[in-house]
């Protein structure tokens, strides 16, 4: 069964948070023959919970998608890029995750497989929303950005999200973890904020690719302060 991994890693010093922008480009090479490692994205982060034009040079993220659940098993285990990651970071974060519901495409690709047995009915879901900005849309997107940021943190079903990409400005996106699914869906389809930026995107056509998955949580696991959604597996 093919499987979705986030990691989140925070370096608290300078000569740690250096090694880790480096590996926004060294990374991907020595990832590249990981056994059952499907497909790979290294992503630095936003310094608020939504886009933003800020970059948080203390959290870096890797986006993983694995043929199966042994294969990741099997890299926490051996692979020496994450164990350096270990060594490096104060903090970290694993969630695993399976998509039930996609659309649209990152660089041209489909990578993530809906699972259609994966329950969608699931009490905590997982949402990236990813977008590739116009050039010359840059400064009317990120004049409307902030209301919806802002308010997104709002949210009392909000358990966790944060602002990642590939490139500053022009490659976002959001990942976030709710308590229920109606919670997100109210917020993407209801909030005001919300629907006129919806509907701006449209009309200014800010985008030349966007993505949106929806994922059913898995397991979570680390050391991530504050885990600000640990009562997700409290027994």
Do not use: C
């Not at 010093?13 to 497909?39: C, D, H, I, V």
Request: a positive charge; glycine letters at 4%.
């Amino acid at each position: 069964m093919e499987i979705t991994s986030i990691s989140f890693y925070k370096y608290s010093k300078r000569s740690e948070q250096w090694w880790a922008f480096k590996q926004m480009r060294l990374a991907n090479a020595a990832l590249s023959s990981t056994p059952g490692l499907k497909y790979h994205k290294q992503l630095g982060s936003g310094a608020a919970e939504g886009f933003s034009i800020w970059p948080d040079w203390q959290v870096y993220a890797q986006l993983m998608v694995w043929k199966n659940r042994a294969a990741f098993d099997s890299f926490l285990e051996s692979n020496s890029n994450h164990h350096l990651n270990l060594a490096k970071s104060e903090r970290q974060m694993h969630i695993l995750l399976q998509a039930i519901q996609y659309k649209g495409s990152w660089n041209g690709l489909q990578p993530f497989q809906v699972n259609k047995n994966a329950s969608s009915e699931s009490d905590f879901i997982a949402v990236i929303t990813r977008a590739s900005i116009r050039p010359r849309k840059m400064l009317s997107f990120w004049f409307n950005v902030p209301a919806v940021s802002k308010h997104i943190t709002q949210q009392k079903s909000l358990l966790f999200a944060k602002g990642i990409g590939e490139w500053p400005l022009i490659e976002q996106a959001t990942f976030s973890i709710w308590n229920k699914k109606e919670a997100m869906q109210d917020f993407a389809y209801q909030q005001k904020e919300h629907r006129e930026v919806v509907k701006k995107t449209r009309e200014k056509d800010w985008y030349k690719e966007e993505m949106f998955v929806r994922f059913q949580v898995l397991e979570y696991f680390g050391n991530w302060q504050a885990q600000p959604f640990a009562k997700l597996f409290a027994k």
